[in-house]
């Protein structure tokens, strides 16, 4: 298998403040983690700059208008009241983030890798088409989707997101848009408050997982087995978009699930057996949330290892 990495050092330069949970510590960790010998063999490559063309393919003009006129020459600047705030170079993370998952879209689809891991931040699965929310700026998951089905003629694309956070701003993209799917599996009650069952989209192609706090592996596992992973195969997706957090981990300060580090390859794993079967195999991962230093790291070790390796689901 040949794993790619997207990443851009701009996006260390988005500084949400001291004692901020998204902090450009998040990625040294990631970062630290990927670059053990164990994983000498994925692929390097520059996140480029995304374009605003891509980014208008999930947000409204007025909003990303906005956005780029709010950008500051020093300090913060908070966008939805406090949580999501933006620092002098926090445009340059958020443009290399989007041009980081659409250059992985290209990637797999040209066969140039068998999968893409994008190592960047902010994470943008709460960002909304016409709002930041919830620490994200731009919806990089479902800009890479949309630009999947307008550049590259798809036909269905879906997006996976098992951070611990539902992705409503991902969900609010594609409601009404069948050739999306997107599933999520999070813990609720919890941050942002969406993600019922009952939320469906406007075609059945919103499936939400809910799981309650102090869910375990087994229980997690069970869920994602009966209801995610069936909803996912019965899609038939062209292409396979993982919003992977690491929040759910039992070490994150901010949810109560109590997953370990071999969910997170587990739940890859399955992923990708999907993919293999469905859609040759074409996977981009894009890193959402992971809180404590430990959890990102094993989640995010676990999560690549299973990139790396191969297809095999284990059941």
């Known amino acids: 298998m040949t794993t790619w990495v997207m990443h851009h050092p701009a996006c260390f330069g988005h500084e ?8 450009p ?3 040294h960790v990631v970062m630290e983690t990927l670059r053990q010998p164990e994983f000498a063999q994925l692929a390097w490559r520059e996140a480029p700059l995304g374009t605003r063309e891509q980014v208008l393919l999930v947000h409204d003009a007025d909003f990303v208008d906005a956005i780029a006129a709010a950008r ?5 600047v908070a966008l939805d009241g406090g949580d999501t705030l933006i620092s002098p170079g926090s445009w340059e993370a958020v443009m290399r983030c989007v041009g980081a998952a659409c250059a992985g879209v290209d990637a797999v689809l040209a066969g140039e890798a068998d999968n893409v891991f994008c190592a960047t931040r902010p994470c943008g699965h709460h960002a909304e088409p016409d709002r930041a929310m919830g620490f994200c700026v731009f919806n ?20 996976i997101d098992f951070d611990v956070h539902h992705g409503n701003g991902t969900q609010a993209a594609f ?13 609720s009650p919890l941050y942002p408050g969406t993600g ?11 499936v939400n997982l809910p799981l309650p706090p ?9 869920q994602v087995a009966s209801v995610l992973l069936p909803a996912l195969r019965s899609f038939a997706p062209e292409l396979i978009i993982v919003s992977a957090g690491f929040d759910a981990h039992r070490l ?10 071999d969910d997170f390859a587990w739940i890859t794993r399955e992923i990708m057996a999907i993919a293999v079967d469905l859609c040759q195999g074409r996977l981009v991962s894009i890193l959402e949330g992971g809180y404590s230093a430990d959890g990102l790291a094993g989640g995010c070790a676990a999560h690549l290892r299973a990139l790396m390796a191969g297809d095999a689901g284990d059941g």
Request: charged share 15%.
């Open 214 to 222: 102090g869910c375990d592996s087994a229980l997690f596992r069970a």
């Open 140 to 159: 990089q998951a479902a800009i890479a989707a949309v630009h999947a089905l307008d550049t590259h003629g798809l036909q269905r694309v879906a997006v």
């Open 175 to 187: 409601f009404d848009r069948p050739a999306l799917f997107y599933g999520s599996s999070h813990q």
């Open 16 to 23: 949400p403040g001291p004692g901020h949970p998204e902090s």
């Open 196 to 206: 019922a069952a009952h939320e469906t989209g406007a075609s059945g192609n919103i």
């Open 25 to 27: 510590q998040r990625l």
């Open 72 to 76: 500051p020459l020093h300090g913060l």
């Open 252 to 261: 994150d300060p901010l949810a109560s699930m109590r997953l370990e580090d």
